[in-house]
């Protein structure tokens, strides 16, 4: 019923930038909190930022200062700036909703598959 699709990922030199896009598509209603958490192998998954429909941010704070989340609540569409990458960013970035779907009674929480960064030294 609902399908998020990652994009922006890839390979990129510490100190450089990607810019990190997560479209929804579907029988969407709306979507209240949409974030972005990342995973690597032997370490759990976290959460690395997530911004409400009225805009409000919170980050981890490995990354305050150098990411910046942001929506496009129009497109369906969350974004992930990433700048001052460093090779501890290196990581498969999922992106995750929760979106209200027609004929639903309550809101549906989604993930993408995921896209990879890899930041070199």
């Known amino acids: 019923q609902v399908q998020l699709v990652e994009s922006g990922g890839g390979l990129v030199q510490a100190g450089g930038s990607l810019r990190l896009s997560c479209a929804a598509s579907?029988?969407?209603?709306?979507?209240?909190?949409m974030g972005w958490y990342r995973q690597t192998p032997g370490k759990q998954r976290e959460l690395v930022a997530s911004?409400?429909?009225?805009?409000?941010?919170v980050y981890a704070d490995s990354v305050k200062g150098r990411f910046t989340i942001s929506r496009d609540n129009a497109k369906n569409t969350v974004y992930l700036q990433m700048n001052s990458l460093k090779p501890e960013d290196t990581a498969v970035y999922l992106c995750?909703?929760?979106?209200?779907?027609?004929?639903?009674?309550?809101?549906?929480?989604?993930w993408g598959q995921g896209t990879q960064v890899t930041v070199s030294s």
């Open positions: 995750n909703a929760d979106i209200w779907v027609r004929y639903l009674g309550s809101p549906l929480n989604s």
């Open positions: 579907g029988r969407i209603v709306s979507i209240n909190t």
């Open positions: 911004i409400t429909s009225g805009g409000s941010a």
